[in-house]
């Protein structure tokens, strides 16, 4: 099967090391929790029993989109579903599959791409809604659900197209209108939704002060030494980065894609459970 050339995003790499779970996404954050580790981590859990609550009685069968490293997909396996999973990331397959012991099936393909002669009882989509063109990864759901089934959709949105949230990156956020406009023309039906937004604001709270206070200063420090130290080192990595038109330094100003006042202020975060019409 082809392929588009997926290149790995390095923030994950940190991001799974820091952080010591198997799960990308958000936390689903109680009242009063401090932004730790710990919290997120328990947040993080928490989430996904979010998610379960939503997924209807009778649903037995899962494909899992844009499956990180495995978290959801062994949750889900714990609680009975048949579950199948994928993503284009070359890094998560080896992670994924490493988490699961090869005991969840992984396709390494884009959701557009995916072919499959199964039909699933319902869609997936874990902070993964972001990465699919709305038109067609509604087409895409309608061809892999079996008649009747259900695609849950958990993720951020805007509610304004402001210039301040125009990723420079492959995600890109949908307008929340837009994309349940989408739905309905698509023919499916919003059956249940639940803005979680204060939720999981934490979140990027606790990613903000960890890049501020820690990954942000070492970075800087880091570069700095290169330039006294290894200057030919420092050199080329300018160079790298040149053709982006950015320097590494400005890099590191850019490296986190949304501030908690700019998701506040013009984004929301939405479950929303929609039936194949």
């Given at each position: 099967m082809k392929r588009k050339n997926i290149k790995t995003d390095v923030a994950l790499i940190y991001?799974?090391?820091?952080?010591?779970?198997?799960?990308?996404?958000?936390?689903?954050?109680?009242?009063g929790d401090?932004?730790?580790?710990?919290?997120?981590?328990?947040?993080?859990?928490?989430?996904?029993?979010?998610?379960i609550e939503f997924i209807p009685e009778g649903v037995q069968t899962i494909l899992d989109v844009g499956c990180g490293v495995g978290g959801n997909a062994l949750k889900l396996k714990e609680r009975g579903f048949i579950v199948?999973?994928?993503?284009?990331?070359?890094?998560?397959?080896?992670?994924?599959?490493?988490?699961?012991?090869?005991?969840?099936?992984?396709?390494?393909?884009?959701?557009?791409e995916f072919e499959c002669d199964k039909r699933f009882d319902l869609v997936l989509m874990s902070e993964s809604v972001q990465y699919?063109?709305?038109?067609?990864?509604?087409?895409?759901?309608?061809?892999?659900?079996?008649d009747g089934g259900f695609l849950l959709a958990a993720?951020?949105?805007?509610t304004e197209d402001a210039p301040e949230v125009r990723y420079k990156r492959r995600a890109q956020p949908h307008l929340l209108e837009e994309y349940l406009r989408c739905a309905s023309s698509s023919g499916f039906q919003?059956?249940?939704?639940?803005?979680?937004?204060?939720?999981?604001?934490p979140t990027?709270?606790?990613?903000?002060?960890?890049?501020?206070?820690?990954?942000?200063?070492?970075?800087?420090?880091?570069?700095?030494?290169?330039?006294?130290?290894?200057?030919?080192?420092?050199?080329i990595l300018k160079r790298l980065y040149r053709p982006k038109g950015i320097s590494i330094e400005e890099l590191l100003e850019r490296i986190l894609n949304m501030t908690p006042e700019v998701f506040s202020k013009y984004m929301t975060y939405m479950i929303s459970l929609f039936q194949k019409g």
């Open positions: 991001f799974l090391e820091l952080v010591k779970t198997k799960y990308l996404h958000f936390g689903y954050w109680e009242e401090g932004l730790t580790l710990k919290n997120l981590q328990a947040a993080q859990e928490r989430f996904i029993e979010k998610m199948e999973s994928l993503s284009p990331d070359p890094f998560q397959q080896k992670v994924f599959e490493e988490n699961t012991h090869h005991e969840i099936p992984f396709h390494l393909t884009t959701f557009e699919i063109a709305m038109e067609p990864g509604f087409k895409k759901s309608r061809e892999v659900l079996k993720d951020i949105f805007k919003l059956i249940r939704q639940q803005c979680i937004a204060s939720q999981v604001l990027l709270m606790w990613g903000n002060m960890v890049y501020a206070d820690y990954l942000k200063p070492i970075g800087k420090a880091t570069l700095t030494a290169l330039q006294m130290r290894r200057p030919w080192l420092y050199s």
